[in-house]
């Protein structure tokens, strides 16, 4: 699988989101950003996005990407 997005996708993501002054706004971005870049690349650092963002990966977030991340190898592991 092709990945739609790359390393400067991220890094410009991470750069406005740090930008954020609105913690709310940030973090629900954040978690936008999460679930479409760990569906589209199974390499995707969540923990080095989040930091680059300004953001502390707390359990919410953690969790968030264990469940994506489990569903993403679900998805892989039954289209192949």
């Known amino acids: 699988m092709t990945s739609h997005y790359s390393r400067r996708?991220?890094?410009d993501w991470a750069k406005i989101l740090k930008g954020l002054?609105?913690?709310d706004n940030k973090r629900s971005?954040?978690?936008l950003c999460l679930r479409?870049?760990?569906?589209d690349n199974e390499r995707f650092d969540s923990d080095?996005?989040?930091?680059?963002?300004?953001?502390?990966?707390d359990y919410h977030l953690k969790s968030l990407v264990?469940?994506?991340t489990i569903n993403r190898s679900k998805d892989s592991y039954e289209s192949g």
């Open 48 to 57: 080095r996005f989040l930091k680059a963002c300004g953001l502390e990966p």
């Open 9 to 11: 996708h991220y890094q």
């Open 21 to 23: 002054s609105d913690p």
């Open 36 to 39: 479409l870049f760990i569906s």
């Open 29 to 31: 971005t954040a978690e």
């Open 66 to 68: 264990a469940r994506l």
